[in-house]
């Protein structure tokens, strides 16, 4: 809002004083401006100088907050992996087996659609392939899990529970490389998508083969 000051018949008019931010809500929306412009330019392609004139302050109020890029980078990317593998952990412990697949799948498909910056910044803003490593730490935890749950699935059908990680692999494989696909159509919807997908993994997991085989019957 404007102040109007009389000067000689004239009026001056001057900004109200902005209100001034506490230093945990400039540090969040630092974090905010810096996601938006490292998804859209990746690490590299995003400077201090940047990064700061969308926020509206000065260079030094970034340092003093992150050290610097790669500080700011890493607390962007830890942000991200925390948000997505809370919501991956959540649906993988609260729903029986085949919840299990149809809740994790669209888990991840609606972290993409709604941090979409911070999906891309996890597979293709990294530094140093950094970001790539903390990507692959997170699938990695997933598998994990995924691994557990398959292990007693196998050994109570007298499979080899030994094979479970690589069973693991493939179904979190899968549903990590469709969602990246889906990232960028956007159709059909997610819960179509993570119906599809589980209708693959369930229906085939319900049918494994015991001993399977190459060139086995079709």
Not at 3 to 31: F, K, N, S
Not at 158 to 173: E, M, N, R, S
């Amino acid at each position: 809002m404007a102040v109007e000051r009389p000067i000689d018949g004239e009026r001056e008019v001057r900004a109200a004083p902005r209100t001034r931010m506490t230093g945990p809500q400039r540090r969040l929306q630092l974090i905010e401006v810096a996601r938006g412009l490292f998804a859209e330019r990746g690490f590299e392609g995003t400077s201090i100088e940047e990064i700061a004139q969308r926020a509206s302050v000065s260079k030094p109020v970034v340092y003093e907050h992150f050290g610097g890029k790669e500080g700011l980078f890493a607390v962007v990317v830890d942000r991200e992996m925390e948000t997505l593998l809370e919501m991956i952990t959540s649906s993988l412990t609260k729903n029986r087996s085949r919840s299990r697949l149809e809740q994790v799948a669209l888990a991840l498909l609606t972290y993409m659609e709604e941090r979409t910056d911070g999906f891309r910044i996890l597979v293709h803003g990294s530094t140093s392939s950094a970001g790539d490593e903390k990507y692959s730490s997170l699938l990695n935890d997933a598998i994990s899990q995924v691994e557990h749950i398959l292990a007693g699935d196998f050994d109570r059908r007298g499979f080899d529970p030994t094979l479970a990680p690589l069973y693991a692999q493939a179904l979190v494989g899968m549903v990590s490389v469709t969602a990246q696909w889906w990232l960028d159509v956007r159709e059909p919807s997610k819960e179509v998508v993570a119906a599809h997908l589980v209708n693959l993994c369930w229906n085939g997991l319900t049918n494994l083969e015991i001993d399977p085989q190459l060139g086995g019957r079709e």
